[in-house]
């Protein structure tokens, strides 16, 4: 506190000051940006309490306020409820007696003073931190902010600061556990730590420093279980293990704008992958895509994707996905093997087969990374798609492996039954058959005995080379009918060629016997 108001600090206080901020010497005056990098524990959120309470009641903005005008201090988070934690630590603090007097009314996330002040939680937006009188900011866990989608980390700082402009000791506070090496919290650390300048400071100190009441046992526990994150979380070190799984580059390229939905199409194979919840009130999405595969192109499309917010009743929504599933003639649908075996009993009751994904979701995100990497991918135009492709985040793990989940406070739920749907499609092995059966019923060049031969074969090949589950068994029967019609088609064919050898071209248009 004393180095943010450059407060005259004493010996040891000026040493401390230093080992923690790299800096040669003691503020000259008032920070107006400060970064406070902290290990989890050390009491970042008393702090900042502390810091709102004394901003917002013992500090004169008289001159900075015209008739009328509110100043607000704003506390900002990736949450808004951990917004209210804060809220709550500064009530406490203005019940008492000294300060009790100057409370005009307190709201859910509002308190308003007498002095015109007004100490606000707000959503963590550029757009709804606009047009305010803007005192301080209080950014809690900023490391943890959003560094893209629709409102990233930078855009949001942006907006704020012309709201400072006009107020000569507004003050901008971060507090945060370090997380990524990336964000405006990772960006003031690397530009500004140990450097003497005089609008802003950085501060970094681990949590047993800060909190000496911090039982050893309980990090060296979390150093044993996961060394990379318990630097991140008691040492107050960036991780260098994490960066974002799918760059925004690729996901725009892939998106065809002013395509929301795709109608079935009679002839086309379709595919389906849902991610099952149970429809707690704020709980996960209840999600379903479909895609197929462009026989032309070969590219994956996205045809329609379905989410239901919580709360909802798990069998309506069965009940409803279902029915979009046969819309599209699909009678089996994958989905996340952690949900449990209720999916697999409701979807039959509408029937839907329910096959648990062999894969789990961070190994489903691995292997759709090379499809949008290749272009191999078309994209509906869904912004909270695009916003869940870019939160989330890749990991490496200790050994080398790699994991990808979404980032803290984000959701994945659209984007795993996405990119579920579409792994679906592209390893399907039906997508082979079509382009190498011959169509009987047009008119065209028929095969010698040796092709006729190899597509057999080829055929034969990709139907046992099909996994030996009930899944597929319905499909299996179908298309060994049709191999079937196609080779008593094809032997008709050859036989009438055979008995019409001393003709020039046959009575089907096929052309001439040395052409055949």
């Known amino acids: 506190m004393k180095a943010i108001f450059a407060l005259p600090m004493d010996g040891e206080e000026l040493e401390i000051f230093k080992r923690f901020t790299g800096r ?5 005056r008032p920070y107006k940006e400060v970064f406070l990098i902290m290990g989890r524990r050390s009491g970042k959120t008393r702090a900042a309490s502390l810091l709102v309470t004394f901003l917002s009641a013992l500090c004169d903005w008289k001159d900075v306020l015209g008739p009328g005008e509110k100043g607000y201090i704003m506390l900002i988070a990736a949450d808004r409820r951990q917004c209210r934690v804060v809220l709550d630590y500064i009530r406490a603090f203005f019940r008492l007696p000294m300060l009790r007097s100057l409370v005009i009314s307190e709201l859910k996330e509002e308190i308003e003073l007498s002095n015109n002040v007004v100490i606000s939680v707000q959503t963590a937006s550029y757009r709804t931190s606009r047009n305010f009188t803007i005192l301080a900011l209080i950014a809690d866990e900023a490391g943890y902010w959003r560094v893209e989608g629709a409102n990233p980390a930078s855009e949001i700082i942006r907006a704020i600061r012309p709201g400072m402009a006009t107020v000569e000791d507004s003050k901008m506070i971060f507090l945060s556990s370090p997380y990524g090496a990336f964000g405006p919290l990772y960006e003031a650390y690397k530009e500004k730590f140990g450097t003497e300048d005089p609008d802003t400071l950085v501060v970094r100190v681990d949590s047993k420093t800060m909190n000496p009441t911090l039982r050893d046992s309980v990090i060296a526990r979390a150093f044993t279980e996961d060394p990379e994150s318990a630097r991140s979380e008691y040492g107050a070190e960036f991780r260098h293990d994490v960066s974002q799984a799918f760059p925004s580059e690729l996901i725009e390229a892939a998106v065809v704008h002013g395509r929301w ?19 707690a009130a704020e709980g996960d999405s209840f999600t379903l895509a479909i895609t197929h595969e462009d026989k032309e192109t070969r590219q994956i499309i996205v045809d329609r994707i379905e989410e239901k917010r919580a709360p909802f009743f798990p069998r309506s929504v069965v009940k409803e996905f279902s029915e979009i599933l046969l819309q599209y003639q699909i009678r089996e649908v994958t989905g996340d093997r952690y949900a449990g ?16 994904s062999e894969l789990d979701k961070s190994k489903i995100y691995l292997n759709a990374i090379p499809l949008l990497a ?11 798609l695009c916003q869940q492709f870019r939160g989330l985040e890749r990991k490496t793990r200790s050994g080398g492996a790699d994991t990808i989940d979404h980032y803290p406070n984000e959701s994945d739920d659209i984007v795993n039954s996405v990119c579920g749907a579409l792994l679906k499609a592209r390893n399907s092995k039906s997508r082979y058959v079509r382009d190498d059966i011959i169509e009987i019923n047009r008119p065209r060049t028929l095969p010698s005995s040796d092709e006729e031969n190899l597509l057999a074969r080829e055929a034969e090949v990709w139907l046992l080379d099909l996994p030996p589950d009930s899944k597929r068994r319905m499909e299996i029967e179908e298309e060994k009918k049709l191999h079937a019609e196609i ?24 052309g001439d016997k040395k052409k055949t």
Do not use: M
Request: glycine share 8%; charged share 25%.
């Open 24 to 28: 040669q010497s003691a503020p000259s």
């Open 261 to 279: 939905q795709l109608p079935p199409v009679d002839g086309l194979t379709y595919f389906a992958f849902c991610d099952p919840a149970g429809g």
């Open 341 to 356: 075996t209720w999916p697999s009993s409701i979807f039959l009751e509408n029937g839907i087969s329910y096959i648990p």
């Open 374 to 384: 290749q272009k191999e991918i078309a994209l509906l135009d869904s912004k909270k």
């Open 487 to 510: 080779d008593a088609e094809l032997k008709a064919a050859a036989d009438e060629l055979k008995e019409n050898e001393s003709v020039g071209r046959t009575e089907h248009g096929w």
